[in-house]
């Protein structure tokens, strides 16, 4: 059934708390690749925080269609597709520490028969000031009709030139088990990405890495082409999902320097340079 615009704008998500040591950070530094030599923790990292997709959280998932259910939202998990992500950071993220993660629906967008659910999330510290806030798109298939606004936000287009920086990043046939592992709860069994039956019953060949796996890895790699390897001078980083790759493809990364900010593209070499991922990258 279509989102109820006027019930679903503002519904507040249930605040969670998120804490982290340094096992936690390592694990994750494993998951998506960051080099050794990569200073800092970047502010990916703050993913895989309880509640980080707003509604579409697995934390608030019910164990029956429609498994996500809230004021004016009532979705089943097959019609959600995440389709864009931005992180904003005030401040290089502590090594290690406590916060809590608050989010609310800000918006409902219309994308032809279906919804694209807009949604903030931010990640306090104990003294209440902001580390990581972030605006998840999740498109709803089927949902549209309801009256939702026009889309808000834009990506710069790839410029019409050669890049400025290019980077490979490998990854590893176990990369989707490692990045599972950081999230809280996640299972190996049920899902697209750690269970290959599951995965051929939706119809891929195989599992495929999350999404926000690949959002992780593309991170690391620019900030090891633009930013001398520090994690701490990300200040924003916005992206779209275009496509999908599968543990042990490799990432190919291509950057373009706009002066306040760079563009970039990844796709998978090996698939005829099938993009994955496109956005904005800005540094301090």
């Excluded at 030139?161 to 299972?187: K, L």
């Excluded at 290959?196 to 593309?218: D, K, N, S």
Aim: with cysteine.
């Amino acid at each position: 059934m279509p989102i109820d615009v006027r019930a679903a704008v503002g519904v507040a998500v249930p605040e969670q708390e998120f804490g982290w040591a340094e096992e936690d950070v390592l694990r994750y530094r494993r998951a998506v690749g960051q080099g050794a030599r990569q200073r800092g923790m970047l502010p990916t990292f703050a993913m895989t925080a309880p509640a980080a997709f707003g509604v579409a959280s697995p934390d608030f998932y019910q164990p029956e269609p429609p498994e996500i259910r809230f004021p004016g939202i009532r979705l089943n998990l097959a019609t959600l597709l995440h389709l864009e992500q931005e992180l904003v950071v005030p401040a290089p993220l502590p090594r290690t520490g406590c916060a809590r993660c608050t989010g609310e629906v800000v918006g409902i967008e219309e994308r032809g028969d279906a919804a694209v659910l807009v949604q903030r999330t931010t990640l306090r510290g104990d003294d209440g000031a902001a580390l990581v806030s972030g605006i998840s798109r999740i498109h709803a298939r089927g949902e549209g009709g309801a009256g939702g606004g026009s889309r808000g936000t834009a990506i710069a287009p790839t410029p019409d030139r050669r890049p400025d920086a290019e980077i490979r990043t490998p990854t590893s046939p176990s990369q989707a088990v490692w990045y599972q592992a950081c999230v809280r709860g996640a299972s190996l069994h049920d899902n697209i990405h750690t269970d290959e039956i599951f995965a051929r019953a939706a119809g891929f060949p195989g599992p495929i890495l999350q999404g926000v796996c690949t959002y992780g890895m593309v991170c690391a790699a620019l900030v090891d082409a633009v930013a001398e390897s520090d994690a701490g001078r990300v200040r924003r980083y916005t992206a779209r999902f275009r496509g999908i790759a599968f543990p042990g493809e490799s990432l190919h990364t291509r950057i373009w320097d706009e002066g306040d900010r760079y563009i970039f593209l990844t796709t998978v070499p090996e698939r005829a340079d099938k993009p994955v991922l496109s956005g904005e990258f800005g540094i301090r």
